[in-house]
């Protein structure tokens, strides 16, 4: 008798978020058949106004996908180096434009604690090597990965899309709704993902505000900066400055339980006073805008198969100010998860 392939598993992933897509794309490639049902695209998400830089900033409990992470997109900034952009064939199913979604940047993290807080230097030395860490008055420089967010999402969109997954856009008030369309089911809602599974009392809101430069081009557009900078050891004074291709992110704030979106002006003051200080060539530079947004913060990350339910679902949310930073390595075992329950997995890929 000839051989046949198993059916596909139909995984419906909520949420469409970096944790969400990165999922979603994963699960796709390791050969199941994916819808992503969501309120809202990824422009429009927490994730959009993200730093991202990779660090795992509020991500208790995320251990076991620290490692996981940065090989994901250490893997990728290596694969946007390889691509030549002078070509308009030579890896046009994977970057859109000139500029890579993912770039290794080197900064600076400012150290005011005795002794510091290297808590994150193990899984950075022992994916990049020793060098990508030194020690200098102060604090440490590193080289890790910064994610360009808004091209990076839109290369996950596409990515997703090219992989087969499919989207809908409409709001999921129950798992009941997604009966006898899915056989398995990942809960990547952010702050909504608790509330779809019952209530989870220990995920709760941590406000950031930021502010947006333009970047310049080290002549009449003011200066160009490159490196990063961060010093967050007072959480209720942390800043960091991002720069990207042409914008630069400066924040910000960790304001716990606070529920409010609007960029409030008194913060915005604050936040340039502490930048200023920090980088003082943000004075030449303008500022295009300000946006605020809240991290989806649990006390540990809730990363697991939930029981109780008619179909396998898997929580996958509560990443707090780390979500990019997580997401890749949590997309690995969300395929793993729904493997066990449904019988077909693998490692994704980035194609």
Same mark, same amino acid.
């Given at each position: 008798?000839?051989?046949?392939?198993?059916?596909?598993?139909?995984?419906?992933?909520?949420?469409?978020?970096?944790?969400?897509l990165?999922?979603?794309?994963?699960?796709?490639?390791?050969?199941?058949?994916?819808?992503?049902?969501?309120?809202?695209?990824?422009?429009?998400?927490?994730?959009?106004?993200?730093?991202?830089?990779w660090?795992?900033?509020?991500?208790?409990?995320?251990?076991?996908?620290?490692?996981?992470?940065?090989?994901?997109?250490?893997?990728?900034?290596?694969?946007?180096?390889?691509?030549?952009?002078?070509?308009?064939?030579? &890896?046009?199913?994977?970057?859109?434009?000139?500029?890579?979604?993912?770039?290794?940047?080197?900064?600076?993290?400012?150290?005011?604690?005795?002794?510091?807080?290297?808590?994150?230097?193990?899984?950075?030395?022992?994916?990049?090597?020793?060098?990508?860490?030194?020690?200098?008055?102060?604090?440490?420089?590193?080289?890790?990965?910064?994610?360009?967010?808004?091209?990076?999402?839109?290369?996950?969109?596409?990515?997703?899309?090219?992989?087969?997954?499919?989207?809908?856009?409409?709001?999921?008030?129950?798992?009941?709704?997604?009966s006898?369309?899915?056989?398995?089911?990942?809960?990547?809602?952010?702050?909504?993902?608790?509330?779809?599974?019952?209530?989870?009392?220990?995920?709760?809101?941590?406000?950031?505000?930021?502010?947006?430069?333009?970047?310049?081009?080290?002549?009449?557009?003011?200066?160009?900066?490159i490196?990063?900078?961060?010093?967050?050891d007072?959480?209720?004074?942390?800043t960091?400055?991002?720069?990207?291709?042409?914008?630069?992110?400066?924040? &910000?704030?960790?304001?716990?339980?606070?529920?409010?979106?609007?960029?409030?002006?008194?913060?915005?003051?604050?936040?340039?006073?502490?930048?200023?200080?920090?980088?003082?060539?943000?004075?030449?530079?303008?500022?295009?805008?300000?946006?605020?947004?809240?991290?989806?913060?649990?006390?540990?990350?809730?990363?697991?198969?939930v029981?109780?339910?008619?179909?396998p679902?898997?929580?996958?949310? &509560?990443?707090? &100010?780390?979500?990019?930073?997580?997401?890749?390595?949590?997309?690995?075992?969300?395929?793993?998860?729904?493997?066990?329950?449904?019988?077909?997995?693998?490692?994704?890929?980035?194609?």
């Amino acid at each position: 008798m000839p051989s046949t392939s198993p059916t596909p598993s139909r995984v419906t992933v909520i949420g469409a978020g970096v944790i969400g897509l990165s999922c979603a794309h994963d699960l796709a490639e390791a050969g199941h058949e994916v819808t992503v049902v969501a309120d809202h695209g990824p422009g429009d998400t927490v994730s959009a106004l993200a730093g991202a830089l990779w660090f795992p900033y509020r991500a208790e409990g995320a251990e076991a996908v620290l490692e996981r992470s940065l090989r994901r997109f250490v893997e990728l900034a290596t694969l946007a180096e390889s691509v030549d952009t002078d070509d308009p064939s030579a &890896g046009a199913d994977d970057f859109t434009d000139d500029v890579p979604p993912v770039q290794m940047r080197t900064g600076m993290f400012h150290e005011r604690l005795d002794p510091p807080d290297r808590s994150w230097v193990p899984p950075v030395v022992s994916v990049l090597g020793d060098d990508a860490v030194r020690p200098v008055e102060g604090g440490v420089r590193a080289t890790l990965p910064m994610i360009m967010t808004s091209r990076y999402l839109a290369w996950l969109m596409d990515s997703c899309r090219m992989s087969g997954v499919a989207f809908q856009w409409r709001t999921v008030t129950s798992l009941d709704d997604l009966s006898g369309s899915a056989d398995a089911v990942v809960v990547a809602g952010g702050l909504r993902g608790g509330e779809l599974l019952g209530g989870d009392d220990a995920v709760a809101p941590v406000r950031g505000q930021v502010m947006v430069f333009a970047n310049g081009d080290g002549g009449e557009d003011g200066p160009r900066l490159i490196g990063w900078t961060v010093d967050s050891d007072d959480p209720t004074a942390m800043t960091y400055v991002f720069p990207r291709e042409d914008e630069i992110v400066v924040g &910000g704030t960790a304001e716990a339980g606070s529920w409010d979106e609007t960029p409030d002006q008194a913060t915005a003051e604050a936040i340039l006073s502490r930048a200023e200080a920090l980088v003082p060539e943000l004075k030449e530079l303008p500022i295009l805008g300000h946006g605020a947004g809240l991290r989806p913060t649990r006390e540990t990350v809730r990363l697991e198969r939930v029981d109780g339910y008619a179909l396998p679902v898997i929580a996958a949310y &509560g990443h707090g &100010g780390a979500g990019v930073t997580l997401s890749w390595g949590t997309a690995e075992r969300v395929v793993e998860l729904v493997g066990e329950a449904v019988g077909v997995g693998g490692r994704g890929g980035l194609s």
